[in-house]
C-alpha cells in the first residue's frame, strides 16, 4: 500500500512540474505574442503617423505652390497695369506750359546820368534785390517760364560805346532776376554791347551763372518745363531792316532741329516812342510765324504796342519798359505783362486763346521812377487795357477783359 502511494504522489508530482512547465511556457509564448503584437502596433501607428505628415508636408507644399502661382499671376497683373496704357476717349499725352513776358529791363544807369536817383543809388539804398520785382514776383512765379528784355550789360568793364547813352550795371544785379522768378533774358538789342564785346560776355557769363538762360543774335536757347521743350531765339532788327530775316529763318530752323515743342522769337525793333508797329516789324512777325514761331514779342519803342492774332498766334508789338533804369521819371510809365498758355498734345501745339494781359506801371510812385514796376488796378488799369486795345484794333484782336 505503501508503495501505491508512493507512486501516486510522485506521479501528481511529475504531473504538477508538467503543468508548471506548460504553463510556464504558455505564458512566456504569450508574453512573446503581446510584445510582437504591441510593437506591430506601434510600427503601425508610426506608419500612418509617418503617411499623415507626408500627406500634410504634400499638401503645404502643394499649397505653397498654388500661393505663389497666384502671388505671380498678381504681379504680372500688376506689371500688365504699369504697362499698358489705359485707353481714353480721343485723348493723348497733354501737358501745358504758361509764358509771362515784360519789356526793358534797364539794370544800371548811364555814367553821365545824375546818381542819386538812379537804379544803381536805390541798389544801394535798398539793400535788396528782391526789391525791384516784389511787386510783380507772385506771377512771375506762378508761370513755368519768364522771359524779359535785358537792355544793357552786367559788366565791370570801362569800355565805354561812343554813343549818346550806353548803360552798364554791377555784376551783383543778377540777384534782381532771380529774386523775381525771371528765367529768360533776350540779348538782342541796341545796349547789350554798350560796353564792347567784354561787356557783352561778361553779361552772358554772369547772367547764365545765376541760372538764368540768355538768348540773342547767332546764340539761341532752349528751356525745358513740363517736359515741353520752348525754344527762344532773338532778333535784332534795327541795323539791318528786313535783312535781318535769313538769320531769324536760320534761328528758328535750329530751334526746330533742337527738338523745341514751342517756339518764340524776340524782335528788338521799331520806332521809338511809337504806339503803332511799322511795315517792317508786321512783315517780320508775320514771315516768323510762317517760319513756325507760336508767339512773336517785341519791344524798343519804351511804349506799349498793339497785338495781333496771325495764322492762331500772337504778336506782342511791344511790350514797353518794365524794370527801367534808363529814364528816372518818363512821361508813359504804362506797360504790361503778357502771358499765354499753350496746350500741347502728343508734342503738338493746341491752338486756343489762352492768354491773359497784366495791366502794369514801371513804378509804384506817379510822380517819379522808383524802379518798382506793379501791377495797375481798379480804373487805372481798365485804362491801361482801353489803350493796349484801341492799338489792337487794326488787326480784329479781341483781347480779355481785366479781372478785377
Keep these: 500500500m505503501a508503495n501505491k502511494e508512493e507512486l501516486r504522489k510522485k506521479r501528481q508530482k511529475a504531473r504538477r512540474r508538467k503543468q508548471a512547465v506548460f504553463f510556464g511556457a504558455a505564458g512566456i509564448v504569450c508574453l512573446v505574442l503581446i510584445v510582437v503584437i504591441a510593437r506591430g502596433i506601434l ?5 500612418e503617423q509617418a503617411a499623415r505628415e507626408k500627406q500634410n508636408q504634400e499638401a503645404a507644399a502643394k499649397e505653397t505652390e498654388t500661393e505663389k502661382s497666384q502671388k505671380a499671376q498678381e504681379n504680372q497683373d500688376e506689371e500688365t497695369l504699369d504697362t499698358v496704357p489705359v485707353e481714353e476717349e480721343d485723348m493723348g499725352v497733354s501737358a501745358q506750359v504758361t509764358i509771362s513776358a515784360a519789356g526793358d529791363f534797364t539794370l544800371g544807369t548811364d555814367e553821365n546820368f545824375d546818381y542819386s536817383t538812379s537804379l544803381p543809388a536805390r541798389y544801394e539804398e535798398v ?20 522771359i524779359v528784355n535785358l537792355e544793357g550789360p552786367l559788366t565791370t568793364s570801362e569800355e565805354r560805346a561812343d554813343k549818346q547813352f550806353s548803360f552798364k550795371g554791377d555784376p551783383s544785379y543778377t540777384g534782381i532776376l532771380t529774386s523775381g522768378s525771371v528765367e529768360a ?27 538764368i538762360k540768355t538768348f540773342g543774335y547767332e546764340r539761341t536757347a532752349v528751356w525745358e518745363t513740363n517736359g515741353v521743350k520752348v525754344g527762344l531765339a532773338g532778333v535784332y532788327e534795327l541795323a539791318e531792316g528786313m535783312d535781318c530775316q535769313d538769320d531769324m529763318t536760320a534761328a528758328i530752323q535750329s530751334l526746330k532741329d533742337a527738338g523745341a515743342d514751342l517756339v518764340i522769337v524776340s524782335f528788338h525793333w521799331g520806332v521809338e516812342k511809337e504806339n503803332y508797329p511799322d511795315e517792317t516789324q508786321q512783315a517780320l512777325a508775320h514771315a516768323a510765324i510762317d517760319q513756325g514761331a507760336d508767339l ?37 510809365k504804362d506797360t504790361m505783362i503778357f502771358q499765354q498758355t ?8 493746341v491752338e486756343d486763346d489762352a492768354i491773359n494781359i497784366i ?42 477783359s481785366v479781372t478785377e
Aim: charged share 20%; glycine share 10%; aromatic share 10%.
Design 342 to 349: 499753350f496746350t500741347l498734345e502728343n508734342g503738338e501745339v
Design 296 to 332: 512773336v514779342l517785341g519791344h524798343h519803342p519804351h511804349v506799349l504796342q498793339g497785338i495781333e492774332k496771325y495764322q492762331g498766334k500772337y504778336i506782342v508789338y511791344s511790350l514797353g519798359n518794365f524794370c527801367f533804369g534808363g529814364n528816372k521819371n518818363p512821361s508813359d
Design 185 to 211: 533774358c533776350n540779348l538782342a538789342n541796341n545796349h547789350s554791347k554798350d560796353y564792347g564785346i567784354q561787356g557783352y560776355e561778361d553779361t552772358i557769363a554772369n547772367v547764365e551763372a545765376a541760372g
Design 127 to 146: 539793400q535788396d534785390p528782391g526789391y525791384f520785382l516784389q511787386n510783380v514776383k507772385d506771377i512771375f512765379a506762378s508761370d513755368d517760364l519768364t
Design 43 to 47: 510600427d503601425l501607428r508610426a506608419e
Design 359 to 400: 495791366p502794369c506801371r514801371i513804378s509804384s510812385e506817379d510822380d517819379y521812377n522808383n524802379y518798382q514796376p506793379t501791377p495797375a488796378e481798379g480804373e487805372e488799369a481798365q485804362r491801361i487795357l482801353g489803350r493796349i486795345q484801341e492799338y489792337s484794333q487794326g488787326f480784329g484782336t479781341q483781347l480779355p
